[in-house]
């Protein structure tokens, strides 16, 4: 099994336009019942890990073109892009863990209410 991670076939646009899409539809879900948003929590969970991730190799490769593709550009200006954005990765992981800690009760509420009590 290697470590190198597989390439991507869409482009990254494309794959965020993809994120904010699915993003907004979240946003806009009607009545839905306990135990699908259990499961919506988990993969929320996920998505903010992998987003952290993301944001967090954004950063590395603003940080590695300082010195080279970049060089040319205000060292103040891109090292407070580098500082944002290894910023926002470190919160984007914050609260994947804090939503994690609510997974066990929210599993709880989903199993003592019935998984199929549906919310406004």
Do not use: N
Request: include cysteine; charge should be negative; proline fraction near 8%.
């Amino acid at each position: 099994m290697s470590l190198v991670p597989e390439p991507t076939i869409l482009p990254p646009t494309v794959v965020a336009a993809h994120l904010e899409s699915c993003a907004a539809e979240l946003d806009r879900t009607p009545r839905t019942e306990l135990g699908e948003i259990v499961a919506v929590l988990r993969h929320l969970v996920a998505a903010q890990r992998h987003l952290s991730g993301t944001l967090t190799g954004l950063a590395d490769r603003f940080g590695a073109a300082r010195r080279g593709a970049l060089a040319a550009l205000p060292p103040a200006e891109t090292a407070a892009l580098v500082e944002i954005l290894q910023v926002a990765g470190a919160a984007f992981g914050y609260s994947a863990d804090a939503l994690g800690e609510s997974e066990p009760l929210a599993e709880w509420v989903a199993a003592a209410a019935g998984e199929r009590t549906r919310l406004p």
